[in-house]
């Protein structure tokens, strides 16, 4: 029996070992071994048991010389021993002999520059389906050359003892950069191979001067050529915005800007399945069929049919697919430099303005803020949204300091003339309870007017609190809309929720360390 080589990492006798299979081979295999069912639209289906999202205080970074050092340490990137990591590495091995492994070898990066050769090694054959869909699939040719940098291992069904491995539970998610290897144990919510390799490269690439970014990005199909990019936190329309018939996806979540332009670092797509309608999005729903893997969506128990809307297993359903699955992709999920780049925030406040033209400095403070806000709760006494900050759009996948993303963010678009937008596509009239959101035709023509250039020409205001470059005009909206102060019965209400957001921002971006110019380029009024 062939082993690929898995031997070196103490994995002896296993029951078989399977390489690259195929979509439906590896679909029969999770049939057959594992708790799945078919859809009726021939997409595997899965449950993800207690870990249904990401698991954040069990993620970690191993403590290694050469590494540490770089490492931008605190309640994200949380440091591991070395000896503790040996510990469970041995483990895990040891829980894959006499089982069956399935291998699967891809690569992380679009652009062959800046790829990374990425083996995944898996307990579970969906799983390695997930990995499958969601990395770059090689070549008959590239896979007979093939040789790994980076080793991911994913044990689901091996349980570990705190105490024994000094975890925070039975799970632990571990990269080991200096070891090249990648550890998920314990869980089997899939997400946390992606976004492990996304972490990976998000540490690997701005070491070659390429931007790490979590976002979507789409191209035009009239033959310029022109890139946008989609920053935003969750509900903030990302998916929704970027999703375009009339131009390209080259991607929905991860992507490197280099010197030579924008390159997916995915081979898939992980889309939300919550709600999901034919109507709103097709393109999504078109793609849950054969070779898909959905987790945690409930079927009919016959008909298999899917209810979308149902969340009795989690909010977090979700389903992976190749890029091939989109009508309208990009391949290859390659681009220019973008000419547009988009903060999207859904301010629950209903205080910033429906769009704004950022500065070079305002770009890389509303970047490193990643900014957007929750609803009131229902707790007594709490009547003000809460508001939201990660790092970069993404704190969870950002191993280095921030200023080293700032840094780079601010020296593309200088170098490359790209214009900033910040789209609120919350609330306007009022804060959640009493405004209402903004409207979706309204956002989709600022988007549009923004990637077609209208916004660049247009004249603009300043408004007050945070000193935001508000347009006085754009095409198909409401002018009475664009500053926000406007539509507010209650002008004083808005003068207090204004200071207290701006209030907000500034403590956030305490935890940084930024250049001063950065940070006097965020809100005026504290």
């Given at each position: 029996?062939?082993?690929?080589?898995?031997?070196?990492?103490?994995?002896?006798?296993?029951?078989?070992?399977?390489?690259?299979?195929?979509?439906?081979?590896?679909?029969?295999?999770?049939?057959?071994?594992?708790?799945?069912?078919?859809?009726?639209?021939?997409?595997?289906?899965?449950?993800?048991?207690?870990?249904?999202g990401r698991s954040p205080k069990d993620r970690f970074i191993v403590d290694e010389k050469g590494v540490s050092e770089k490492i931008g340490w605190g309640s994200e990137n949380k440091k591991f021993p070395k000896d503790k990591f040996e510990l469970i590495y041995k483990k895990a091995c040891e829980?894959?002999?006499?089982?069956?492994?399935?291998?699967?070898?891809?690569?992380?990066?679009?652009?062959?520059?800046?790829?990374?050769?990425?083996?995944?090694?898996?307990?579970?054959?969906?799983?390695?389906?997930?990995?499958?869909?969601?990395?770059?699939?090689?070549?008959?040719?590239?896979?007979?050359?093939?040789?790994?940098?980076?080793?991911?291992?994913?044990?689901?069904?091996?349980?570990?003892?705190?105490?024994?491995?000094?975890?925070?539970?039975?799970?632990?998610?571990?990269?080991?950069?200096?070891?090249?290897?990648?550890?998920?144990?314990?869980?089997?919510?899939?997400?946390?191979?992606?976004?492990?390799?996304?972490?990976?490269?998000?540490?690997?690439?701005?070491?070659?001067?390429?931007?790490?970014?979590?976002?979507?990005?789409?191209m035009a199909l009239d033959g310029s050529g022109d890139t946008a990019l989609f920053f935003g936190l969750s509900g903030t329309g990302k998916t929704t915005l970027s999703a375009d018939p009339k131009r390209g996806l080259i991607g929905d979540d991860e992507h490197g800007w280099s010197d030579d332009?924008?390159?997916?670092?995915?081979?898939?797509?992980?889309?939300?399945?919550?709600?999901?309608?034919?109507?709103?999005?097709?393109?999504?729903?078109?793609?849950?069929?054969?070779?898909?893997?959905?987790?945690?969506?409930?079927?009919?128990?016959?008909?298999?049919?899917?209810?979308?809307?149902?969340?009795?297993?989690?909010?977090?359903?979700?389903?992976?697919?190749?890029?091939?699955?989109?009508?309208?992709?990009?391949?290859?999920?390659?681009?220019?430099?973008?000419?547009?780049?988009?903060?999207?925030?859904?301010?629950?406040?209903?205080?910033?303005?429906?769009?704004?033209?950022?500065?070079?400095?305002?770009?890389?403070?509303?970047?490193?803020?990643?900014?957007?806000?929750?609803?009131?709760?229902?707790?007594?006494?709490?009547?003000?949204?809460?508001?939201?900050?990660?790092?970069?759009?993404?704190?969870?996948?950002?191993?280095?300091?921030?200023?080293?993303?700032?840094?780079?963010?601010?020296?593309?678009?200088?170098?490359?003339?790209?214009?900033?937008?910040?789209?609120?596509?919350?609330?306007?009239?009022?804060?959640?309870?009493?405004?209402?959101?903004?409207?979706?035709?309204?956002?989709?023509?600022?988007?549009?007017?923004?990637?077609?250039?209208?916004?660049?020409?247009?004249?603009?205001?300043?408004?007050?609190?945070?000193?935001?470059?508000?347009?006085?005009?754009?095409?198909?909206?409401?002018?009475?809309?664009?500053?926000?102060?406007?539509?507010?019965?209650?002008?004083?209400?808005?003068?207090?929720?204004?200071?207290?957001?701006?209030?907000?921002?500034?403590?956030?971006?305490?935890?940084?360390?930024?250049?001063?110019?950065?940070?006097?380029?965020?809100?005026?009024?504290?």
């Amino acid at each position: 029996m062939q082993t690929f080589g898995i031997e070196k990492h103490g994995i002896k006798n296993p029951l078989k070992v399977e390489r690259n299979l195929s979509p439906a081979l590896l679909t029969e295999e999770a049939l057959k071994t594992e708790p799945a069912r078919l859809m009726d639209t021939g997409a595997l289906l899965v449950e993800t048991g207690a870990y249904t999202g990401r698991s954040p205080k069990d993620r970690f970074i191993v403590d290694e010389k050469g590494v540490s050092e770089k490492i931008g340490w605190g309640s994200e990137n949380k440091k591991f021993p070395k000896d503790k990591f040996e510990l469970i590495y041995k483990k895990a091995c040891e829980y894959l002999c006499g089982k069956n492994v399935y291998i699967f070898d891809g690569f992380a990066g679009a652009d062959p520059k800046y790829r990374v050769s990425v083996r995944v090694i898996n307990e579970y054959a969906s799983e390695n389906l997930f990995m499958n869909n969601m990395l770059i699939r090689p070549t008959e040719k590239e896979l007979k050359s093939f040789k790994e940098d980076y080793t991911l291992i994913a044990v689901p069904g091996l349980k570990l003892d705190p105490k024994e491995c000094g975890t925070n539970s039975e799970a632990a998610i571990l990269l080991s950069l200096k070891s090249k290897i990648i550890l998920v144990v314990g869980s089997k919510y899939a997400g946390e191979m992606k976004k492990s390799v996304f972490s990976l490269m998000n540490y690997l690439l701005p070491q070659k001067g390429v931007l790490g970014m979590h976002c979507s990005a789409n191209m035009a199909l009239d033959g310029s050529g022109d890139t946008a990019l989609f920053f935003g936190l969750s509900g903030t329309g990302k998916t929704t915005l970027s999703a375009d018939p009339k131009r390209g996806l080259i991607g929905d979540d991860e992507h490197g800007w280099s010197d030579d332009g924008i390159f997916n670092i995915e081979g898939g797509c992980y889309a939300k399945c919550i709600d999901l309608s034919k109507e709103h999005e097709p393109e999504i729903y078109g793609a849950i069929r054969f070779g898909a893997l959905v987790e945690n969506v409930v079927v009919d128990p016959v008909k298999r049919t899917p209810d979308y809307a149902d969340r009795s297993l989690t909010e977090n359903t979700r389903v992976s697919y190749p890029i091939d699955f989109i009508p309208n992709k990009v391949v290859p999920s390659v681009g220019k430099h973008p000419k547009t780049v988009i903060f999207l925030t859904a301010d629950a406040f209903g205080v910033l303005p429906p769009v704004a033209k950022l500065t070079k400095e305002q770009a890389m403070f509303y970047f490193v803020s990643g900014y957007t806000s929750k609803v009131a709760g229902t707790e007594r006494g709490i009547t003000d949204p809460v508001s939201t900050f990660s790092t970069c759009f993404g704190a969870p996948f950002m191993p280095l300091p921030s200023a080293v993303y700032a840094k780079l963010l601010g020296e593309k678009i200088e170098k490359h003339g790209s214009s900033v937008y910040l789209i609120n596509t919350g609330w306007t009239g009022g804060a959640y309870g009493v405004g209402k959101r903004m409207s979706l035709p309204a956002t989709r023509a600022i988007v549009t007017a923004a990637l077609d250039g209208t916004l660049a020409s247009v004249e603009y205001e300043t408004e007050p609190f945070f000193g935001l470059a508000i347009p006085k005009t754009c095409p198909n909206v409401d002018s009475n809309i664009l500053n926000p102060k406007n539509v507010w019965t209650d002008k004083a209400e808005y003068d207090r929720l204004a200071k207290k957001l701006a209030g907000d921002f500034a403590e956030n971006i305490k935890k940084y360390d930024l250049d001063a110019a950065i940070v006097a380029a965020g809100p005026k009024a504290q």
